[in-house]
Antibody, heavy 116, light 110 residues
Framework: EVQLVESGGGLVKPGGSLRVSCAAS????????MSWVRQAPGKGLEWVGR??????????DYAAPVKGRFTISRDDSKNTLYLQMNSLKTEDTAVYYC???????WGQGTLVTVSS | QSALTQPASVSGSPGQSITISCTGT?????????VSWYQQHPGKAPKLMIY???NRPSGVPDRFSGSKSGNTASLTISGLQAEDEADYYC??????????FGGGTKLTVL
């Protein structure tokens, strides 16, 4: 059974940093292209970014609002995906989901709140 | 990249059919056959219902179907059931090698 479990969310001040993680199991993580999607409270879904598998180049792509501030990385030895968020803004407050299989599999999400 | 345009809400009675539209541009919906549809119930993670315009993942009822014409994709749900009441989102691959979501449509089953 495919499982994606996010962790690391919490409260952070504007301008601060936070790293959230996504532990994967039930599939060959190293072959998977992984994505992050976020959802602000009461709002719609917003694509954050994606990382290719290393065998396909390991390239990352980001949505315009987070480009230059957020970094997606992966540790295939730990079956874990990361999202490093820097220079956080109040508008980054959201539940952050990791996804795999081009949207087939989703985690339960982790809430990141940016507030002073 | 602007969000794809969806109606804010649609409604239908049990047994009826409804269609949700998703309008983009030639740089996203119109340019690629990579349109997906997601269902989200309150407090839950989204669930993939349609991928690559018209394909259903295993386990998704055949009451759900997808199509595309030009820059507009559509999700049709036939034989509406109470459990179909949820928010629905479309998404598309874009010419910037990114993905974009629609604003979401709230489906009410009357």
């Amino acid at each position: 059974e495919v499982q994606l479990v996010e962790s690391g969310g919490g409260l952070v001040k504007p301008g601060g940093s936070l790293r959230v993680s996504c532990a994967a199991s039930g599939f060959t993580f190293s072959n998977a292209w992984m994505s992050w999607v976020r959802q602000a409270p009461g709002k719609g879904l917003e694509w954050v970014g994606r990382i290719q598998s290393k065998t396909d180049g390991g390239t990352t792509d980001y949505a315009a609002p987070v480009k230059g501030r957020f970094t997606i990385s992966r540790d295939d030895s730990k079956n874990t995906l990361y999202l490093q968020m820097n220079s956080l803004k109040t508008e980054d407050t959201a539940v952050y989901y990791c996804t795999a299989g081009e949207g087939r599999y989703w985690g339960q999400g982790t809430l990141v709140t940016v507030s002073s | 990249q602007s969000a794809l345009t969806q109606p804010a809400s649609v409604s239908g009675s049990p047994g009826q059919s409804i269609t949700i539209s998703c309008t983009g541009t030639s740089s996203d919906v119109g340019g690629y056959n990579y349109v997906s549809w997601y269902q989200q119930h309150p407090g839950k993670a989204p669930k993939l219902m349609i991928y690559e315009v018209s394909n259903r993942p295993s386990g998704v009822p055949d009451r759900f179907s997808g199509s595309k014409s030009g820059n507009t994709a559509s999700l049709t749900i036939s034989g509406l059931q109470a459990e179909d009441e949820a928010d629905y989102y479309c998404s598309s691959y874009t010419s910037s090698s990114t993905w974009v979501f629609g604003g979401g449509t709230k489906l009410t089953v009357l």
